[in-house]
Every structure is written in structure tokens, then in C-alpha cells.
């Protein structure tokens, strides 16, 4: 059986998912100009994973006799990666975008241990997989950075 740590971490892994879902959905709609195309298409792509990660993390719920949180108890946390107030500003939604992964991989890293300590290895394993591809878009988020701090 899970602690109570465990399902604390899955819960905040969930919400965090759909908080994220709906601002690189609105930032990919928001953001203007050539340049901003290749940023726009990444977050586009990047929706239906973070999607799926929250139904696994609310199905992982579901399986502990938990129940994922609803939208009344959601309470917003991504303030850095909210639409800019110049649509042409990629570097800020990239920033944001940095920001939200590196607060998924301590959340991932922190249920990884978690898992562990309550000798679940399915969350920790659930964990484990979801860090990787948390890690993979960080990566690429770093090398845009890297292509708009040259210009």
C-alpha cells in the first residue's frame, strides 16, 4: 500500500500535468511571428503526452482507492509560463516552459523516492517513466534558449 506521501505527489503530479496542458495550449495559440513557429508546433506536440500523463497518474490514483483532484482543488503554480504580454516574445515562454519542467522532474524525482521508500515499485516505475520524457522536453527547451540568447 502507498503512503501518504505518495498519493500527495501523485495528486500534485496530476494537476501540475493539466496546469500544463492548458498553458502550452494557449501559448501555442498566443505566440506570434516566423520565429515563434517552431516553439508553437514543440508545445503543440507536447499536449497529448502531458495529457497522457495525467491519465496515468489519475488511473495510478484510481488503482491505490484514490480519487484524482477536480478542478475545485486545483490552485495554479505555473505563474512564469503564462501567455506573454507580447505575442513575439518566444524567450519568455521558453523560460516558462523550463521552469514548469524543472518543477515535473523534482515532483517525478521526489515520487520516485517516495515509491520506494512505500515499496510501490508500479508508481515508482510510473514515476521513473514520466521523469525521462519530463528530462527529454527539458532538453530540448535548453537548446532554444541556447538559439534565442545569440540572437
Given at each position: ?116 521508500a512505500a515499496g ?32
Amino acid at each position: 500500500m502507498s503512503s501518504e506521501r505518495v498519493i500527495e505527489l501523485l495528486e500534485t503530479a496530476y494537476m501540475d500535468e493539466l496546469e500544463t496542458v492548458m498553458n502550452y495550449q494557449t501559448n501555442a495559440i498566443v505566440l506570434d511571428g516566423v520565429r515563434a513557429e517552431e516553439i508553437k508546433e514543440s508545445l503543440q506536440q507536447d499536449i497529448q503526452e502531458e495529457l497522457n500523463h495525467a491519465q496515468q497518474l489519475g488511473e495510478r490514483l484510481k488503482q491505490l482507492d484514490e480519487r484524482p483532484p477536480g478542478s475545485a482543488e486545483f490552485t495554479s503554480r505555473q505563474d512564469s509560463l503564462q501567455p506573454p504580454e507580447d505575442s513575439t516574445d518566444v524567450l519568455t515562454v521558453i523560460e516558462g516552459v523550463l521552469d514548469a519542467e524543472t518543477d515535473a522532474i523534482d515532483t517525478y524525482r521526489s515520487l520516485v523516492e517516495a515509491a520506494d521508500a512505500a515499496g510501490d515499485p508500479v508508481t515508482e516505475d510510473l514515476a521513473v517513466t514520466i521523469l525521462s520524457d519530463e528530462e527529454a522536453h527539458r532538453t530540448e527547451f535548453r537548446g532554444f534558449r541556447k538559439e534565442y540568447r545569440t540572437d
